[in-house]
């Protein structure tokens, strides 16, 4: 099983940005991909990005492509988030992911989590 951690969260302005990390122990990095997920107050935890094995490879979610950026470092250990032009609709609690597989699994299948970290935009 992957520990994850992650960090970074806050409080932001409409239009900010915020950098989310997520530091990866207990296995070797390298052999996963790596995804974040977002879930805001009274709904379903959602796929946000996903990034694979080298880093190589990424894919996001419609509502973030093309302001969000999901890289990874091997060595670290760590996969970031950076997001920018944020907006009130991305206030959620944010979460990374790791699994075997990529493009990764559906999120109720995926089993190594981290605890999250909230990210509030206000307007």
């Known amino acids: 099983q992957v520990q994850l951690v992650e960090s970074g969260g806050g409080l932001v302005q409409a239009g900010g940005s915020l950098r989310l990390s997520c530091a990866a122990s207990?296995?070797?990095?390298?052999?996963?991909?790596m995804g974040w997920f977002r879930q805001a107050p009274g709904k379903e935890r959602e796929f946000v990005a996903g990034?694979?094995?080298?880093?190589?490879?990424?894919y996001y979610a419609d509502s973030v492509k093309g302001r969000f950026t999901i890289s990874r470092d091997n060595v670290r250990n760590t996969v970031y988030l950076q997001m920018s032009s944020l907006k009130p609709e991305d206030t959620a609690v944010y979460y990374c992911?790791?699994?075997?597989?990529?493009?990764?699994?559906?999120?109720?299948?995926?089993?190594?989590w981290g605890q999250g970290t909230q990210v509030t935009v206000s307007s």
């Open positions: 207990g296995r070797t990095f390298s052999n996963y991909a």
């Open positions: 990034i694979s094995y080298s880093g190589g490879r990424t």
């Open positions: 992911a790791a699994d075997k597989n990529f493009p990764l699994r559906l999120e109720r299948l995926l089993r190594d």
